[in-house]
């Protein structure tokens, strides 16, 4: 029997690190409200940035980049990488709700794809700044690599029909001692 405040068994120990790692990963991947945990969006501007990704790279008989999570890429991108692009993000984000309210009195995720579609050629020709960023980076979460927090599932290399990378360090093919 352990004393109280006596030195940390092994076994002790090895309980406190396992409870540790599996709250911190439960914590990392919580849940707010029922929808996503963001590191630099609102979940308002998330949802925006989501249905802008999807009108870039729309689903049809593949995933579009909302099932490949392209704007968890993005947000977290912008905590890491992209930390200069955060201002743009916000600026355009509000210019993309202004232009939708204006053309369909409604928040730019919850227009008619159509509609959708009108307001980001508007924004391409009248902010072509920040257009051309966020086609850039859905197209980065759309293809790159899974470790980064887009392409979901690896849906865009299945759908180009690319074998997953292999792991560092090991061998990708069986070699034959010759």
Known sequence: MPRKNGPLKRRGFLEAALTAAASSSL???????GGAYWRFFTAAEARTVDAICERIIPADDCPGASEAAAVNFIDLQLTRHYKKHRDAYRQGIAKVEEAARERGGKVFAELAP?????????IEEKHAGFF????????????????????????SWRMLGLPSPPVRGRVPYETKAG
Not at 27 to 33: H, P, Q, W
Not at 114 to 121: C, F, N, S, T, W
Request: aromatic share 4%; net charge negative.
């Open 27 to 33: 914590v990392s991947c919580g849940r707010a409200g």
């Open 114 to 122: 159509e509609q959708q579609l009108e307001v980001l050629a508007e």
């Open 132 to 155: 051309a960023l966020i086609r850039a980076h859905t197209m980065q979460g759309y293809y790159g690599d899974p470790r980064h927090g887009g392409n979901r599932e690896e849906v």
